[in-house]
C-alpha cells in the first residue's frame, strides 16, 4: 500500500513539472513528451547505449 501511495505521488509530481515546463515552452504536455522521445530515439540511434549481439 505504501508502495502504492509513493508511485501515485512520484506521478503527480512528475505531471506538475511536465505542465510547467509545457507552459513555459507554449507547448501542450504531449508534445513535450512527444520531442523528448524523439530526441532520445535520434540519440539511441546514432549511439545506441546497449548493444545487441546476433547469434
Known amino acids: 500500500m505504501r508502495i502504492q501511495r509513493n508511485y501515485i505521488a512520484c506521478a503527480l509530481l512528475v505531471w ?3 505542465k510547467e515546463l509545457a507552459r513555459s ?3 501542450t ?3 513535450l513528451k512527444q520531442g ?3 530526441d532520445f530515439l ?3 540511434l546514432r549511439q545506441p547505449s546497449l548493444t545487441v549481439r546476433l547469434a
Open 16 to 18: 506538475c513539472r511536465l
Open 25 to 27: 515552452a507554449g507547448r
Open 29 to 31: 504536455v504531449h508534445q
Open 36 to 38: 523528448l522521445m524523439e
Open 42 to 44: 535520434i540519440q539511441q
